[in-house]
């Protein structure tokens, strides 16, 4: 059973930073796609993030210019740095992985709150 699992989160100020990280249970592979999702109260879960089998990343259009995903293979970890942050980014975030010759996992989910 390979796992997924978040940390990083909590309370941050509006403007202020935040970096979130997935940590896996086995090592990552060219063939891994990777991604951050999030689910704000009251709305769907929606794609924040990715980061795809050929390295390429792709944002929302609400994060971009802001958010950065990235993954260090040596630690199994992805990373979302998460700068400016606004009221709006409140929610819970998924690290996301479509692992290659396994299948989907996803993390717990982790709390992100932008506030006062």
């Known amino acids: 059973q390979v796992q997924l699992v978040e940390s990083g989160g909590g309370l941050v100020q509006p403007g202020g930073s935040l970096r979130l990280s997935c940590e896996a249970s086995?090592?990552?592979?060219?063939?891994?796609?990777m991604g951050w999702y999030r689910q704000a109260p009251g709305r769907e879960r929606e794609l924040v993030a990715t980061?795809?089998?050929?390295?390429?990343?792709n944002y929302a259009d609400s994060v971009k210019g802001r958010f950065t995903i990235s993954r260090d293979n040596s630690k199994n970890t992805l990373y979302l740095q998460m700068n400016s942050l606004k009221p709006e980014d409140t929610a819970v975030y998924y690290c996301?992985?479509?692992?290659?010759?396994?299948?989907?996992?996803w993390g717990q989910g982790i709390q992100v709150t932008v506030s006062s």
């Open positions: 996301n992985a479509a692992l290659f010759a396994y299948g989907r996992v």
């Open positions: 086995r090592s990552f592979l060219r063939g891994d796609d």
């Open positions: 980061f795809t089998v050929l390295g390429s990343t």
